[in-house]
């Protein structure tokens, strides 16, 4: 990040999986660690960022943001009410407030932060984030500006792909895409390597030859610029193994089991949303 585009200081609220992967993305890309604030009432927490030479550490959620261009809402859905509430006086007009909470709406955290001036940020981040091969979406209303905007993007972007949805209804789509979907593959995963050793091989060896097959599926399917479906084609012989294979995907209906499962993950990220508001 160019100096004059970064926001001075950032302020974590809640220093655990999430926020310590994006606290490390953003001190890998250069961010000075004294600029840099995180609160955690877990001392484990803030011995782990002490040891990435952060000072700036606090039990209290109010000590951290103080002065903050931008805060990250990194606490768990439950407690988010109750978080809120203790910080917001403490919050500095013209602050941008990122919330990387799963299922709580914009206007739910603009209710509970309910202070002119702030400008508020909904972001909805995946685990892959933990090795900085994340896939985040963000949304924001009209109300929020480039800068804010930019301050919210450039942090996430410490962590992998970024992009902003224009509605914020597509935030429950994107979480049944890249939100839920690392799960997805896991069991995808899981299921290659169960048959793999019903076929004869070792756990290990089915571990092995599933995971790099995976990986490198990803990589060839994101570093050419070959469609999907040509690469699919393009490893099935007519009368091959892989066609006899895709062609039993295609009488077992994989379509329309991935699409029933999506259509369940949305549901559940609507309803999530629901009572939340
Ligand atoms: N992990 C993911 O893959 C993922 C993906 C998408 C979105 N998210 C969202 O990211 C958020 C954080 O998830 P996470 O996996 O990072 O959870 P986490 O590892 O449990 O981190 C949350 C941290 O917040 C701390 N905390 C509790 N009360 C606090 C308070 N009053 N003030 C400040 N910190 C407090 C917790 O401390 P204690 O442990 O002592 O309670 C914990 O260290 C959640 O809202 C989740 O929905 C996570």
């Not at 999986?17 to 484990?44: H, K, W, Y």
């Not at 799960?183 to 899981?190: D, L, N, Q, R």
């Not at 007519?238 to 369940?264: I, N, Y």
Request: hydrophobic share 45%; with cysteine.
């Amino acid at each position: 990040m160019a100096s004059e585009e970064q926001p001075k200081k950032i302020a974590f609220v809640g220093a655990g999986n999430m926020a310590s992967a994006i606290i490390r993305g953003l001190l890998d890309t250069g961010f000075a660690p004294e600029s840099i604030a995180a609160a955690d009432p877990s001392a484990a927490a803030r011995t782990a960022l002490q040891s990435l030479n952060m000072t700036a550490l606090y039990e209290q959620p109010q000590d951290a943001v103080a002065n903050a261009d931008l805060v990250i809402l990194a606490v768990k859905p439950q407690i988010m009410s109750a978080v809120v509430n203790g910080l917001r006086d403490a919050l500095s007009p013209g602050t941008t407030v990122m919330s990387i909470a799963a299922g709580i709406p914009l206007a739910t955290l603009t209710h509970w932060i309910n202070t002119p001036g702030i400008h508020v940020v909904r972001c909805m981040p995946n685990t892959p984030s933990l090795i900085r091969c994340g896939a985040s979406a963000l949304y924001a209303d009209s109300s929020v500006g480039r800068r804010e905007r930019h301050f919210a993007e450039t942090t996430m972007a410490a962590v992998g792909t970024t992009l902003w949805v224009d509605e914020e209804a597509k935030m429950d789509a994107v979480t049944a895409v890249s939100g839920s979907g690392p799960a997805y593959f896991f069991a995808f995963m899981e299921s290659m390597i169960e048959n793999g050793e019903r076929l004869g091989l070792s756990y290990e060896q089915a571990v092995t030859l599933t995971l790099q097959t995976a990986l490198g599926a990803a990589r060839l399917a994101s570093e050419q610029a070959i469609p999907i479906d040509v690469l699919r084609r393009n490893v099935t012989s007519p009368g091959g193994t892989t066609e006899r294979a895709l062609l039993s995907f295609q009488t077992e209906g994989l379509s329309g089991v991935v699409g029933s499962a999506m259509d369940a993950c949305y549901r559940r990220a609507q309803d999530m949303a629901k009572e939340f508001n």
